[in-house]
């Protein structure tokens, strides 16, 4: 752990100087989306969590740092891209949903290379007890270090996400959130560390956990 932290401080590093701001003396209008949450009664929150506002930002980026025992990294999220999807994502993190958490499926066929994560309690079990629409255009690509939410349908969004760590060959259904700017060698240990799957799509052999997970 105190390793991770470690090299944690030096991801932080290398986010900040990846980040740039603009001064300006005039105000800057700050557009908004408005979101749809759906209760899910039938499959309740697996840990604490209220519904988010139903407002959104839609400009700007937001950076989530991510230590797991693998390792840090740090995902730069676009608003403007999905700002619902960032909005729901930034509160999780905000009511600590993804602390402490697994990530029960690891990928790494000729089809899929990601890691699953935001199922509470399975592969596609423990949700925050609410659902809400994709957003998608339908141009979607997924290179490696795309982070994008997982679903089961559409308009099923809700805890569960994954991280690109090769590829992925698949159909534009899933709302892309960001990509990892720094830390994609957390990833390449995950995979290398091995899949207890012989088709290279299930748990990972060492489990990957999530210890905590922060907005800046």
């Not at 959104?56 to 740090?74: C, L, M, S, W």
Request: charged share 15%; glycine share 8%; proline share 9%.
């Amino acid at each position: 752990m105190k390793r991770s932290l470690t090299a944690l401080i030096a991801a932080v590093l290398v986010a900040m100087t990846l980040t740039t701001t603009t001064a300006s003396a005039a105000p800057v209008s700050k557009p908004v989306a408005k979101c749809a949450f759906t209760p899910t009664p039938e499959n309740p929150a697996a840990k604490p969590v209220r519904i988010p506002s139903p407002v959104a930002r839609a400009k700007g980026t937001v950076d989530v740092y991510f230590v797991t025992n693998y390792g840090p990294f740090v995902v730069r999220m676009d608003r403007a891209n999905a700002p619902c999807g960032v909005h729901n994502f930034v509160h999780l993190v905000k009511s600590r949903f993804y602390d402490a958490t697994q990530c029960f499926r690891l990928t790494n066929s000729t089809r899929l290379g990601v890691l699953q994560c935001g199922d509470i309690y399975r592969q596609e079990e423990g949700g925050p007890g609410y659902k809400f629409p994709d957003e998608v255009t339908g141009q979607e690509t997924y290179p490696r270090g795309t982070v994008a939410y997982g679903n089961q349908g559409p308009g099923t969004n809700g805890s569960e996400f994954f991280v690109v760590h090769s590829f992925a060959n698949i159909a534009p259904n899933y709302t892309v959130l960001g990509h990892v700017i720094a830390g994609m060698s957390t990833f390449d240990r995950m995979v290398a560390a091995g899949i207890a799957d012989p088709d290279q799509d299930g748990p990972p052999v060492k489990p990957i956990r999530i210890y905590k997970v922060w907005t800046r």
